[in-house]
């Protein structure tokens, strides 16, 4: 698929990804001088990375309330928590092998817990074997882990087991843990004692600075609930970079950190971790110049194996939106040439008739639904990106990449009219079954294929269409709620909120999730729940709804 071109109209550029729109003389150096100043550009890029690390804000939250789960078939999250004997029950009860205990810190936090523990008996002639398990859920602490059924890692499952050696001592579990509940087991000891924990702490941290800037004092309870749980779920995942959760991965993916640049800008205001976050993804593109979809941050930073095509474009946005809000030319300039290289490399994914096909050979992620037929949203991402390019490219005074860019949208557009638009539905499809999906309408209407008033209606006529294919994942659901918005459709993004957000608050999300299926609280992309994550950063955005748009105050967040 890589060479395919868009068609006669179109600039060479774009129709062959091995030609450039960087200037032309560094198509003339020789190949171990590309390579070598490859390398000095990555250098560059992560010792600007580096100069950015943020500082970590610690916070001290002790002494858990020690509670008891109970199965509740009527609760979505299929368990209640009820406090259990006094709050400091723990601290007076002596514990043996085979006793359990459960604790809740209260709040969701993202940090490392600490301990005493000592024996209690005619001998402390044994280390004690405990495993924690810490949960962001109820069921986290309340079903068992194992057999565990999912296809990631069961390393990331979130219990550890430690020989605690010499008792009495304090102990600090080394790894971080992203928790509000806390399961602890004590595995064994010698029958010649107990043991007694003393001074359960845990230390939270997070780079996001104060208090988040606050919310208009216009909005609905519900919404100050929904944005309460936001600013939460961006605090702890503001860490030395965006993660894209604390449990799990914790990493910086181009996807998530869209995301929460655009909620960070209008609460905590960290500029420099955005920046950070930046240098570090264009560190380490693949040698053709694609970006990783994540890199890792430690023990050092370094590239990952993946590759997502819709978020290597979603960068362009990212640059955009960060020099409309800092000004900070400079990084602008110096990324300038990452971006145009993704347009570059996306343009050879589209066929002579201008349309984006699925080549199948590279991760198109767009959400996580496995029913989604992806050419007609990926067709939009492409063009969305674009149009943030050639903004760059005005800005920076890049005058003929900008004129590429716009040949390059108005072709897209076209070709995705003819394409994706169906004229008795007046809505898009995608795919030999004529899918409607949320995706598609959501992705082609921030592409601008159609005028605003078409848009709006079309829309309009998306929210009434019974069939439309859902979206699974927040991460969509952001992008569907922000078609709406710019295109005039205000009350219909608050039910989205409502709803979406809304129904996670009220089923007692204390950080919002990274998959929400109102009718499965089971679902998960990984083959099992609890190795879904409860604090992911790509769902924070009702926070930058709020704020940015003025939502949260209409009478549907009343009603809920
Ligand atoms: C998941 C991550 C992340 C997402 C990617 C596509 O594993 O948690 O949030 O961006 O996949």
Redesign the pocket.
């Known amino acids: 698929m890589i060479g395919s071109a868009l068609g006669i109209a179109v600039d060479s550029v774009f129709a062959n990804p091995t030609a450039s729109l960087l200037p032309s003389g560094s198509l003339m150096i020789g190949v171990s001088q590309e390579t070598a100043e490859a390398e000095g550009q990555a250098a560059d890029f992560l010792a600007r990375a580096q100069a950015e690390i943020p500082t970590l804000l610690p916070t001290t939250l002790a002494d858990p309330q020690t509670i008891k789960p109970v199965r509740d078939t009527a609760a979505y999250l299929r368990w209640r928590i009820n406090p259990a004997a006094d709050i400091d029950s723990i601290y007076r009860n002596l514990y043996k092998t085979g006793d359990t205990v459960f604790l809740d810190f209260g709040q969701h936090v993202t940090g490392y817990l600490s301990l005493e523990v000592e024996g209690v008996g005619t001998n402390v002639d044994s280390p004690a074997r405990i495993r924690f398990t810490f949960g962001e859920t109820p069921g986290d602490i309340a079903e068992e882990l194992y057999p565990y059924k999912g296809n990631l890692a069961s390393a990331w499952l979130p219990d550890e087991v430690l020989n605690l050696d010499p008792l009495p001592g304090n102990f600090t579990i080394t790894r971080r843990h992203a928790f509000r509940y806390l399961r602890i087991d004590v595995l064994s000891t010698s029958p010649k004692f107990s043991v007694r924990f003393s001074k359960i702490e845990v230390k939270s941290i997070t780079s996001a600075q104060g208090q988040a800037l606050p919310i208009s004092s216009d909005v609905q309870p519900l919404a100050k609930q929904i944005d309460h749980v936001a600013i939460d779920t961006l605090r702890n995942c503001m860490q030395t970079i965006f993660e ?2 604390p449990r ?2 914790q ?1 910086l ?1 181009i ?2 950190l869209r995301l929460q640049a655009l909620s960070n800008y209008v609460t905590f205001r960290n500029y420099g971790l955005v920046k950070r976050c930046l240098y570090l993804l264009a560190a380490f593109p693949q040698e053709d110049g694609l970006l990783r ?2 890199v890792f941050e430690k023990p050092a930073p370094r590239h990952s194996g993946d590759t ?1 095509l819709d ?1 290597a474009c979603i960068y362009a946005a990212l640059l955009r939106e960060y020099l409309d809000q800092t000004g900070d030319i400079a990084t602008c300039r110096a990324l300038w040439p990452t971006v145009l290289r993704q347009m570059e490399i996306v343009s050879g994914y589209i066929n002579a008739d201008g349309v984006f096909v699925d080549p199948k050979t590279i991760w198109v ?1 767009i959400d996580w639904n496995e029913k989604l037929h992806r050419d007609a949203s990926m067709q939009g991402v492409i063009i969305f990106s674009l149009r943030h390019a050639l903004v760059l490219a005005e800005k920076l005074g890049d005058l003929a990449s900008k004129k590429r860019l716009e040949d390059m949208v108005e072709q897209l557009a076209a070709a995705a009219r003819q394409k994706f638009l169906d004229p008795q539905l007046q809505l898009f499809v995608s795919g030999p079954d004529r899918q409607v999906s949320w995706a598609s309408q959501a992705w082609l209407s921030l592409a601008g294929v159609l005028s605003i008033a078409d848009t709006t209606s079309l829309l309009k006529r998306a929210v009434g269409h019974k069939e439309i294919l859902p979206p699974s994942t927040p ?1 969509l659901y952001h992008y569907v709620v922000e078609a709406m918005i710019t295109h005039g459709l205000k009350d219909e993004a608050d039910d989205v909120i409502v709803s979406y957000w809304g129904g996670m608050v009220r089923r007692g999300a204390d950080t919002f999730w ?1 998959i929400y299926d109102p009718d499965d609280s089971l679902a998960s992309p990984y083959g099992d729940v609890h190795i879904n ?1 409860f604090c ?3 769902s924070c955005t009702p926070a930058y709804f709020f704020r940015k748009f003025g939502l949260g105050a209409s009478q549907a967040y009343g009603q809920a």
Do not use: N
Request: proline share 0%; net charge negative.
């Open positions: 894209d959760g799990r991965d990493r993916w996807g998530d979809a994540c997502i978020y992620f991460y990274e994550s992911h950063a790509w």
